[in-house]
């Protein structure tokens, strides 16, 4: 095929990504925005099966490889649990990552193959990209792994922390950039290459060890752009203007959802990468400590579907332990309930909910919540005040009015979802253990909070039988 | 000064400008013939720059409830990396680009067809009223 034709086609391919993302800006518009995205990697991938040169034999190879490769990703799409969706997009991020490095080597050794000069004699510039393109999907690869570790709970959520942890990573950092430009020099010594990736795979491990669980929403988002910058720097290094365009939304996109993160819990990029937060595990102890002499009041389920039943407007807080326990599907039956009854029932979302952003939005999605009903923290945030019941399901910490008021918490300016301005909290936890951050929650202590102790699901189901009789 | 004179200069004057215009000739020559073949990289490189500007503003519209799908998706559309998979298994480079290249096919094709399909999952769960 004609070489501007191709270009043309890598072109209509761009355009289309930025219609898929485009088309996320609402729900009725987010599935033709998906199809847009589809149709662009068809055209991309057509293109290059178009591409002059191509070898037939080796083109039935490439099929194969999309067919293999394809099938898996069909199956644990369908199969995957929507809980466990923040592992699964970590586990893609590493994909790419390593892809990434596998095409830079195959740049190094087959350099004809994409125009950058011939074995030996490849072009400075494409070196240095070639080479930045391996370090950062080398990064991607080993961090995206240990973040799939931890959530898949294979390695503990706590944070790996240890002496001279920052002072290392600069160093390995630094080691790669002297690497790669003794690399460029070097005119593409495989020997560095390989050193390079290396080191870098180190580092995407030690970078991602020292962050707690809690703070995945940031690290996952965080991969997401790295993977874009990975994507572009390939496409640098062979020319592609379908890869720069792509890695650059990709890795703005990721870019900005840390950055929402980061906000959502008043805290900078720096200290979440610097990690060690909530270092204070369960936090049994604590809690053992400040509680004493304060005394809280606890219901049953019977209490509790009595309070909401007689409420004209309930609030739902979802947090990461619904998600925990599956109680989505319960939840709904209890809304779907309530709202026989005439009650007014709302969802509020704070933005760090759950383990990768947007997460509860899609678990309330899957249980067939309507989206109408279900609202973020700017939206929601003056109606607690009008609300008569708050159930708070598996959050803790974004409720916590310490936020607010104590200078001294770390949670200290980070934006809460003001439920203790309703009259009646309800709040479904396992125990007394204070959140992720390690800090009491004072509103389990007010006289118009009642606890309700067990697990979000059981306790939920409890509920709905209660207000069916 | 008079007008033989201005005359002659000025034919002097066209005489070093066509010798100029020759030079220029000659090393624009000399550069086209050393240029690579690919687009310089400023070209790219201001592609690039303003792809991040359209990210950063399509990416601030996507609705908050949609961000874990607009991760899926960003995830499958990054793995058009699968060009640079396929030139290097496709095309008579050596046996190491055809070998790296072919695993790169395998590894891009699960998140191809696994991102697109859970994005399509989870839109397909969000319902109105």
């Given at each position: 095929m004609?070489?501007?034709?191709t270009?043309?086609?890598?072109?209509?391919?761009?355009?289309?990504?930025?219609l898929?993302l485009?088309?996320?800006?609402?729900?009725?518009?987010?599935?033709?925005?998906?199809?847009?995205g589809?149709?662009?990697?068809?055209?991309?991938?057509?293109?290059?099966?178009?591409?002059?040169?191509?070898d037939?034999?080796?083109?039935?190879v490439?099929?194969?490889?999309?067919?293999?490769?394809?099938s898996i990703?069909l199956?644990?799409?369908?199969?995957?649990?929507?809980?466990?969706?923040?592992?699964?997009?970590?586990?893609?991020h590493?994909?790419?990552?390593?892809a990434?490095?596998?095409?830079?080597?195959?740049?190094?050794?087959?350099?004809?193959?994409?125009?950058?000069?011939?074995p030996?004699?490849?072009?400075?510039?494409?070196?240095?990209?070639?080479?930045?393109?391996l370090?950062i999907?080398?990064?991607?690869?080993s961090?995206?792994?240990?973040?799939?570790?931890?959530?898949?709970a294979?390695?503990?959520?706590?944070?790996?922390?240890?002496?001279?942890?920052?002072?290392l990573?600069?160093?390995?950092?630094?080691?790669?950039?002297?690497?790669?430009i003794?690399?460029?020099?070097?005119?593409?010594?495989?020997?560095?290459?390989?050193?390079?990736?290396?080191?870098?795979?180190?580092?995407?491990?030690?970078l991602?060890?020292?962050?707690?669980?809690?703070?995945?929403?940031?690290?996952v988002?965080?991969?997401?752009?790295?993977?874009?910058?990975a994507?572009?720097?390939?496409?640098f290094?062979?020319?592609?203007?379908?890869?720069?365009?792509?890695?650059?939304l990709?890795?703005?996109s990721?870019?900005?959802?840390?950055y929402?993160?980061?906000?959502?819990m008043n805290?900078?990029?720096?200290?979440?990468?610097?990690?060690?937060?909530?270092?204070?595990g369960?936090?049994?102890?604590?809690?053992?400590?400040?509680?004493?002499?304060?005394?809280v009041?606890?219901?049953s389920?019977?209490?509790?579907?009595?309070?909401?039943?007689n409420?004209?407007?309930?609030?739902?807080?979802?947090?990461?332990?619904?998600?925990?326990s599956?109680?989505q599907?319960a939840?709904?039956?209890?809304?779907?309930?309530?709202k026989?009854d005439?009650?007014?029932?709302?969802?509020?979302?704070?933005?760090?909910?759950?383990?990768?952003?947007?997460?509860m939005?899609?678990?309330?999605?899957?249980?067939?919540?309507?989206?109408?009903?279900?609202?973020?923290?700017?939206?929601?945030?003056n109606?607690?005040a009008?609300?008569?019941v708050?159930?708070?399901?598996?959050?803790?910490d974004?409720?916590?009015?310490?936020?607010?008021?104590?200078?001294?918490?770390?949670?200290?300016?980070?934006?809460?979802?003001?439920?203790?301005?309703?009259?009646?909290?309800?709040?479904?936890?396992?125990?007394?253990s204070?959140?992720?951050?390690?800090?009491?929650?004072?509103?389990?202590?007010?006289?118009?909070?009642?606890?309700?102790?067990?697990?979000?699901?059981?306790?939920?189901?409890?509920?709905?039988q209660?207000l069916?009789? | 000064m008079?007008?033989?004179?201005?005359?002659?200069?000025?034919?002097?004057?066209?005489h070093?400008?066509s010798?100029?215009?020759?030079?220029?000739?000659?090393?624009?020559?000399?550069?086209?013939?050393?240029?690579?073949?690919?687009?310089?990289?400023?070209?790219?490189?201001?592609?690039?720059?303003?792809?991040?500007?359209?990210?950063?503003?399509?990416?601030w519209?996507?609705t908050?409830?949609?961000?874990?799908?607009?991760?899926a998706?960003?995830?499958?559309i990054s793995?058009?990396?699968?060009?640079g998979?396929?030139?290097?298994t496709?095309l008579?480079?050596?046996?190491?680009?055809?070998?790296?290249?072919?695993?790169?096919v395998?590894?891009?094709?699960?998140?191809?067809?696994?991102?697109f399909?859970?994005?399509?999952?989870?839109?397909?769960?969000?319902?109105?009223?």
């Amino acid at each position: 095929m004609n070489q501007s034709l191709t270009s043309f086609a890598y072109l209509v391919a761009a355009v289309l990504f930025i219609l898929a993302l485009r088309g996320l800006s609402h729900p009725t518009t987010s599935r033709q925005g998906n199809r847009f995205g589809m149709a662009g990697m068809v055209i991309a991938i057509l293109a290059t099966f178009l591409h002059g040169g191509m070898d037939w034999g080796w083109a039935l190879v490439i099929v194969l490889g999309v067919a293999i490769g394809g099938s898996i990703g069909l199956v644990v799409a369908q199969k995957i649990k929507m809980t466990a969706l923040p592992q699964l997009v970590a586990a893609f991020h590493s994909l790419v990552g390593l892809a990434a490095v596998f095409v830079a080597t195959s740049a190094l050794n087959a350099p004809q193959s994409f125009g950058i000069g011939t074995p030996h004699h490849i072009h400075t510039e494409s070196l240095i990209e070639m080479s930045i393109g391996l370090a950062i999907g080398a990064v991607t690869f080993s961090g995206s792994l240990i973040a799939f570790a931890k959530l898949q709970a294979l390695m503990k959520g706590t944070p790996i922390t240890f002496r001279g942890q920052h002072q290392l990573n600069a160093g390995i950092g630094i080691a790669i950039l002297l690497l790669v430009i003794a690399f460029v020099a070097s005119g593409g010594s495989m020997v560095l290459f390989a050193l390079i990736a290396v080191l870098a795979f180190a580092l995407g491990f030690l970078l991602i060890i020292p962050i707690g669980g809690a703070d995945m929403p940031v690290v996952v988002s965080m991969l997401n752009s790295y993977s874009g910058w990975a994507a572009s720097g390939i496409g640098f290094t062979i020319g592609n203007l379908a890869l720069i365009v792509t890695g650059a939304l990709v890795g703005s996109s990721g870019a900005i959802l840390s950055y929402i993160m980061c906000k959502g819990m008043n805290r900078s990029i720096i200290n979440v990468i610097a990690g060690g937060f909530g270092n204070s595990g369960d936090g049994a102890a604590a809690a053992a400590t400040s509680s004493e002499g304060k005394a809280v009041k606890h219901g049953s389920a019977d209490d509790a579907a009595f309070i909401m039943k007689n409420a004209s407007k309930v609030i739902v807080v979802p947090g990461y332990g619904m998600a925990v326990s599956q109680a989505q599907h319960a939840l709904r039956e209890l809304g779907d309930l309530l709202k026989e009854d005439g009650v007014e029932v709302k969802y509020a979302i704070h933005p760090v909910a759950g383990r990768m952003p947007g997460h509860m939005n899609v678990l309330l999605a899957e249980a067939s919540v309507p989206y109408d009903d279900v609202f973020e923290l700017e939206q929601i945030n003056n109606e607690f005040a009008t609300a008569d019941v708050v159930y708070v399901i598996g959050a803790n910490d974004v409720t916590n009015p310490a936020a607010k008021t104590n200078p001294q918490s770390p949670i200290f300016g980070m934006p809460i979802l003001d439920v203790d301005k309703a009259k009646t909290v309800l709040f479904v936890k396992r125990g007394m253990s204070s959140g992720y951050a390690g800090v009491d929650n004072e509103l389990f202590f007010r006289d118009n909070t009642m606890m309700l102790f067990g697990d979000a699901k059981k306790m939920t189901e409890e509920i709905v039988q209660a207000l069916g009789r | 000064m008079t007008p033989a004179d201005l005359a002659a200069q000025a034919a002097d004057l066209a005489h070093q400008a066509s010798v100029l215009a020759q030079n220029a000739a000659g090393v624009a020559a000399v550069v086209a013939q050393n240029a690579p073949p690919a687009a310089p990289f400023v070209y790219l490189f201001s592609i690039f720059v303003l792809a991040v500007f359209v990210g950063y503003y399509v990416v601030w519209s996507v609705t908050p409830a949609l961000h874990s799908p607009l991760m899926a998706v960003t995830n499958a559309i990054s793995s058009v990396i699968i060009v640079g998979a396929m030139l290097a298994t496709g095309l008579h480079g050596s046996m190491v680009a055809h070998v790296f290249g072919f695993f790169a096919v395998v590894l891009v094709s699960v998140n191809i067809f696994g991102g697109f399909a859970v994005t399509n999952r989870m839109l397909a769960m969000f319902k109105k009223k």
